[in-house]
C-alpha cells in the first residue's frame, strides 16, 4: 500500500527538497491487447500486473506523499481504474483510441497539472511488473543533467536477443571502454536490427533499448503534435520521430532489460520470477 502521508506543497526547479518533486510517473494502460486480452488486469499474485507496476513507482520514492511527484495510471477503461484505485492508486481515464502511450501519458498530464507544476513526465510501461524500481530516479536525474528532451534506460543485450525483432536496439555514444551501470550518453539512432554491425565485443557493445521515456514536459507536448516521421514508420519505432524533429535523446546504462509481459508464456514467466522474491 501506498504510505498514507500528507502531499508536499508543490515546488519550482529552482527550490527542490527532493530530486521526484516536479516529477509525474504516468503509467499508460489499454485494456485490449492483441495477444494477450485485458493484459494490466491479469493477476500476478496478491494484484493486478498494473497495480505490480504502481508499486515499483512508489518502491522508488514517487506519489508516496513525501514529495510533489505523482503516480498516475492512464487507462482507457474503468474495469482498470477501478482496480487502481482499489489499491490506493490513482487513475485517469482516457480517451480510448489513442494511436500511442505517449498521446494517452500527455492527455494524463494534461488533466491532473494543467497549470504546468510538473516539468519531468516518466513514461513507465505498464507491463513491466517486476522492473527494478532503482533505475527510475537516475532515469530523471540523467535527463535533467543533461538537459536532454528525452532519457531513456539501455542495457547489455545477451547473445540470444540481439538477432530479435521485437528487442530494440540502441545505437549510443560511451566513451570506450566504459559501459558500466550508471553512464549516460547520447542515442544516435534505434532500430530492431542489431546493430551497430560488428557489435557484441568488449568494445562495441550492442544494446537492449528498454521502453521507458523520461521526458522534459515540454518535449512531450511538442511530440504528441508531431506527425509520424519516414523512420518511425520504416522501424514502427515511434522514438525515431522524436530523434527526426531533432530532439536529444540520452541513454541511461543499466545492468540488465526487465522482463515485459506480451504472451501467456511471458504472464507466466512473470508470476515465476515474483513468486521467488517473496
Not at 493484459?39 to 493486478?48: E, Q, S, T
Not at 485517469?92 to 513526465?121: C, F, K, Q, W
Not at 509520424?228 to 535523446?249: D, F, H, N, T, V
Amino acid at each position: 500500500m501506498r504510505p498514507n502521508v500528507p502531499i508536499s506543497s508543490s515546488a519550482s526547479s529552482s527550490d527542490r527538497v527532493d530530486p521526484r518533486d516536479g516529477v509525474a510517473v504516468i503509467i499508460p494502460a489499454r485494456l485490449k491487447a492483441m495477444r494477450l486480452p485485458e493484459k494490466p488486469l491479469a493477476m500476478i499474485g496478491d494484484a493486478p500486473m498494473i497495480v505490480h507496476v504502481m508499486r515499483r513507482a512508489w518502491e522508488a520514492g514517487f506519489g508516496t506523499g513525501q514529495n510533489t511527484s505523482r503516480v498516475v495510471v492512464a487507462c482507457d477503461d474503468a474495469s482498470i481504474a477501478d482496480a487502481v484505485t482499489a489499491h490506493g492508486g490513482e487513475a485517469i481515464l482516457t480517451d480510448p483510441d489513442h494511436p500511442s502511450g505517449s498521446d494517452r501519458v500527455y492527455e494524463a498530464l494534461m488533466n491532473i497539472d494543467p497549470e504546468g507544476e510538473i516539468d519531468t513526465v516518466v513514461n513507465l510501461q505498464g507491463d513491466l511488473p517486476d522492473i527494478n524500481a532503482a533505475m527510475l530516479l537516475p532515469l530523471v536525474e540523467a535527463l535533467r543533467d543533461q538537459q536532454a528532451d528525452i532519457a531513456t534506460p539501455v542495457a547489455p543485450a545477451q547473445d540470444h536477443e540481439i538477432p530479435l525483432p521485437q528487442v530494440v536496439k540502441a545505437v549510443v555514444v560511451l566513451p570506450e571502454g566504459q559501459i558500466d551501470a550508471g553512464q549516460v550518453g547520447p542515442v544516435l539512432y534505434f532500430s530492431r536490427q542489431p546493430i551497430p554491425t560488428g557489435g557484441g565485443t568488449a568494445t562495441l557493445p550492442i544494446w537492449h533499448h528498454v521502453g521507458i521515456y523520461a521526458w522534459s514536459r515540454q518535449a512531450l507536448a511538442t511530440f504528441v503534435n508531431l506527425p509520424p516521421s519516414p523512420l518511425e514508420k520504416s522501424e514502427k519505432l515511434e522514438q525515431l520521430r522524436a530523434l527526426e524533429a531533432g530532439m536529444r535523446i540520452v541513454a541511461l546504462v543499466v545492468d540488465s532489460a526487465p522482463g515485459g509481459v506480451d504472451t501467456p508464456e511471458d504472464l507466466n514467466q512473470a508470476r515465476r520470477r515474483m513468486e521467488t522474491k517473496t
